[in-house]
């Protein structure tokens, strides 16, 4: 299954702030997660991800969550920076491991 | 060091032409993959391939077909291209199973 959004939310926050963005999936088989960042003009970067065995996973001022029971993940940034600023996207593995489901992203902007 | 590199960044086109997008990449993954990125920045993979088998999402046109000479290529042919063809178009590539993806930062392909 899949998490697809029709618009692209944006998150405003600013400088220095805590910033969470959020993600929902489908398919409750799932068992691997991925937070991507986007900047304009570039292709997805890897961030962080997560393993189903796990309910959170901490990297360098990043934190991915994941609630098994609801089917929801989401990804926190500690002290928001304006180098932050892009679109952010979950992602999932189809059964087999070969293709991603991507979210329908979320667009971070960080102000000032 | 490029990981994942596409020619060109830019493309335009007219309407019934073919064309051809490479992508290459220096990681030594075993799977590369092609994905469209839409104007509401939805990513969608269309195909995932390593050498051993090559996955088709049903979604896409058959005008368009990857190419591998070799475990470091995945090159993207469309045939007749078509309005609907504008996107952004993303190669990218990882290990088998439950690995992250690297991505190249895109070729823009605008069709007149």
């Known amino acids: 299954g899949e998490s697809v959004g029709l618009h692209l939310p944006t998150l405003s926050v600013q400088e220095g702030d805590n910033s969470i963005i959020n993600c929902a999936y489908s398919?409750?088989?799932?068992?691997?997660f991925i937070w991507y960042k986007q900047e304009s003009g570039k292709g997805p970067q890897f961030i962080i991800d997560?393993?189903?065995?796990?309910d959170k996973r901490q990297g360098q001022r990043v934190t991915v969550l994941l609630n098994k029971t609801v089917k929801h993940l989401s990804l926190q940034i500690a002290a928001t920076q304006p180098g932050d600023s892009a679109v952010y996207f979950c992602?999932?593995?189809?059964?087999?491991?070969?293709?991603?489901?991507f979210g329908g992203g979320t667009r971070l902007m960080v102000k000032p | 060091d490029t990981a994942v590199s596409q020619t060109p960044k830019y493309l335009v086109t007219q309407m019934g032409n073919d064309k051809s997008i490479k992508c290459e990449q220096n990681?030594?993954?075993?799977?590369m993959y092609w994905y469209k990125q839409d104007s509401k920045k939805f990513l969608k993979i269309m195909f995932s391939y390593n050498n051993k088998e090559l996955i088709i999402n049903e979604t896409v046109p058959n005008r368009f077909s990857p190419k591998s000479p070799d475990k470091a290529h995945l090159n993207l042919h469309i045939n007749s291209l078509e309005l609907g063809d504008s996107a952004v178009y993303f190669c990218?590539?990882?290990?088998?199973?439950?690995?992250?993806?690297?991505f190249g930062d895109g070729t823009r392909l605008s069709i007149l």
């Open positions: 997560i393993r189903s065995n796990m």
């Open positions: 992602a999932e593995p189809d059964n087999a491991g070969n293709m991603l489901t």
């Open positions: 398919n409750s088989a799932s068992d691997y």
């Open positions: 990218a590539s990882s290990q088998v199973g439950n690995q992250p993806q690297h």
């Open positions: 990681l030594g993954h075993d799977t």
